[in-house]
């Protein structure tokens, strides 16, 4: 078996190093509503809004447009194998209800061809689960033989199958991806969401720029108009074609005057972002421990019931967010509590370091058990109405040394910064990134003053 001479070396490798997969707070879109402190009867109630169903648009499919010829196909023509002088791709895109015998039969193949190229390894076995929106690439010989076929493993290779001689051969074909440093900077306006995209930026650069940011700004509740925001970031290119913008490397974020900054740096088992000074961006403890639509109940010690019209301390935050969004682990811990009592219907106590307790209720599941150690983001519930509560939320708490703080302004303890070598490192790295970022923010105040 000759080695696999189709194989184009990858010169960037792209390794989406969400390293913080779990922080997702932030960023409800269709909330511009804030209510605070909203008095709501008897019990803590919020109105239903009919819930978005969430989908998650993951988009891994192949170029509309193909190259007329493969690249690497030529490569193996140039060594001599016996596949012919091939034409173009003919791409199927799998619609609802195909299978791979329809399609093969449809581009003219058995499906005895079928059979024996499922048979050839796991990876070609893997084909028998197609999903609507796959896509498949054919070639076909003089003959109208199956020459070559191609199926999009993910972002960054091919499954190929081709006919050597009597032969066929499968075999993954790398996908050359390289990244290159872009920057842009941005002014807000009417939402972050505009002023990322006026600023060459997706959706999904802006969630990770709120990301970054989420800890010390709260993007659902913070932002002015004015805020402006920096930053140096890859951009992804496939085979020449741009496929997506990568990662953040750099940033800065001017939130009503006060300037947060943060450079990406892997300090060894995985990147994270840090500020100028060695401080992770990452704070021990989550703000919210959910994506929450509106506060629909604020933390107020003294609150006067309206109805009783007695002091009944509201001692948390009651979060709107849908029956069924998923509730995180604030911070690392134990849980010390995890059941169903006929007021807090199924709720969640964990402990954490520091004689900090929180505290979550009403959920709709809980997914979590008492002496369960959770990581911070763990999903360890969902949004429900269960105990006291005629709408979903989440009433949150956070118990320092017994006595309840509010959940929104308790300083949250941090994580450790660099230290030693290590943060003289990130500084080294640091330096060329900060200094593009402060000629990124000069243009962009001299731009504004124009
Ligand atoms: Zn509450």
Do not use: C, W
């Given at each position: 078996m000759e080695l696999p001479v189709f194989i184009q070396e990858?010169?960037?490798?792209?390794?989406?190093?969400?390293?913080w997969p779990t922080r997702r707070r932030l960023l409800v879109f269709g909330a511009t509503l804030i209510l605070l402190g909203v008095l709501i009867g008897l019990f803590e109630s919020t109105?239903?809004?009919?819930?978005?169903?969430?989908?998650?648009?993951?988009?891994?499919?192949?170029?509309?447009?193909?190259?007329?010829?493969g690249t690497a196909l030529d490569a193996a023509g140039a060594r001599g194998s016996a596949l012919p002088d091939l034409d173009r791709w003919a791409s199927v895109t799998v619609r609802s209800g195909q299978t791979l015998d329809g399609i093969f039969r449809q581009q003219g193949f058995s499906v005895s061809l079928l059979h024996r190229i499922l048979a050839l390894n796991a990876d070609t076995?893997?084909?028998?689960?197609?999903?609507?929106?796959?896509?498949?690439?054919?070639?076909?010989?003089?003959?109208?033989?199956?020459?070559?076929?191609?199926?999009?493993?993910?972002?960054?290779r091919y499954l190929l199958v081709y006919n050597d001689g009597d032969r066929?051969?499968?075999?993954?074909?790398?996908?050359?991806?390289?990244?290159?440093?872009?920057?842009?900077?941005?002014?807000?306006?009417?939402?972050?969401?505009?002023?990322g995209k006026q600023a060459g930026l997706s959706d999904a650069m802006v969630m990770k720029l709120a990301n970054i940011f989420g800890w010390d700004i709260d993007f659902v509740l913070d932002i002015r108009q004015g805020d402006r925001f920096m930053l140096v970031y890859e951009k992804l290119y496939r085979e020449g074609a741009f496929l997506r913008d990568g990662e953040i490397l750099a940033a800065t974020f001017v939130n009503q005057g006060e300037r947060f900054q943060a450079i990406r740096f892997d300090h060894g088992?995985?990147?994270?972002?840090?500020?100028?000074?060695?401080?992770?961006?990452?704070?021990?403890f989550l703000r919210a421990p959910l994506n929450f639509s509106y506060i629909s109940s604020g933390f107020n010690p003294r609150r006067m019931h309206p109805v009783l019209k007695r002091i009944r301390p509201h001692n948390g935050i009651d979060y709107y967010a849908p029956r069924g969004t998923p509730v995180y682990a604030a911070g690392e811990g134990t849980v010390v509590r995890s059941g169903y009592s006929?007021?807090?219907?199924?709720?969640?106590?964990?402990?954490?370091?520091?004689?900090?307790?929180?505290?979550?209720?009403?959920?709709?599941k809980r997914r979590v058990k008492k002496g369960q150690k959770v990581r911070q983001g763990q999903t360890i519930g969902t949004v429900g109405s269960t105990g006291l509560a005629t709408g979903p939320h989440l009433h949150y708490e956070f118990v320092v040394n017994g006595v309840h703080r509010n959940p929104r302004t308790v300083p949250l303890p941090k994580v450790e910064p660099l230290q030693g070598e290590i943060l003289t490192a990130f500084q080294s790295q640091a330096a060329p990134l900060l200094t593009q970022l402060s000629r990124l923010e000069s243009a962009s105040l001299y731009a504004s003053r124009e």
């Open positions: 990858a010169r960037a490798r792209v390794a989406d190093g969400s390293h109105p239903e809004p009919e819930a978005e169903p969430y989908s998650e648009v993951v988009d891994l499919s192949l170029p509309e447009r193909l190259p007329p010829d076995r893997g084909l028998k689960r197609i999903r609507p929106g796959d896509v498949f690439d054919f070639r076909a010989d003089d003959g109208g033989e199956l020459a070559a076929m191609r199926y999009a493993l993910d972002e960054g066929l051969v499968a075999e993954v074909q790398v996908r050359e991806i390289v990244a290159e440093i872009a920057e842009t900077q941005g002014v807000i306006d009417s939402s972050l969401f505009v002023a088992g995985g990147a994270e972002y840090f500020a100028p000074d060695g401080r992770n961006m990452r704070k021990a006929a007021a807090n219907g199924h709720h969640v106590f964990i402990k954490h370091a520091n004689s900090i307790e929180t505290r979550y209720l009403h959920f709709t």
